[in-house]
């Protein structure tokens, strides 16, 4: 058993082996230096967009949902916004057929993701 001064020895030993701040880079650092910004928006419809896409391979109920597909009567009033009409909006020309098919080739899925993050449409 290690007494107390060697445990505040040990502490300190691994505090200064990590390297010191300067060395250090966060990422806001390295945006910074690359004159880039983060955006929000991007960063949730990337996230939505691959959610989906794992959604869609599975074709249960969380399938039904985001294709807005239910039986039944809808309410009266505005028209209800599904899922996939934004995010077919975000991937830019196209039907949503075309999107639920793309989803099934999972490196065409991937690269039209990719490509509309780079756009950031």
Known sequence: MMNRQSIVDWECEMCFSRGSLERRKTNERVLNE?????????????????????????????????????????????????????LAIWLGPGKVSNILAAVKDRNLWRDMIANAYKQGT
């Open 34 to 86: 690359a004159n880039k910004r983060r955006s929000l928006v991007r960063t949730i419809r990337k996230r939505v967009a691959t959610f989906l896409g794992h959604v869609m391979i599975r074709g249960k109920l969380e399938h039904l949902v985001t294709t807005g597909k239910f039986e039944g009567k809808r309410s009266s009033g505005r028209q209800r916004e599904k899922i996939m009409d934004g």
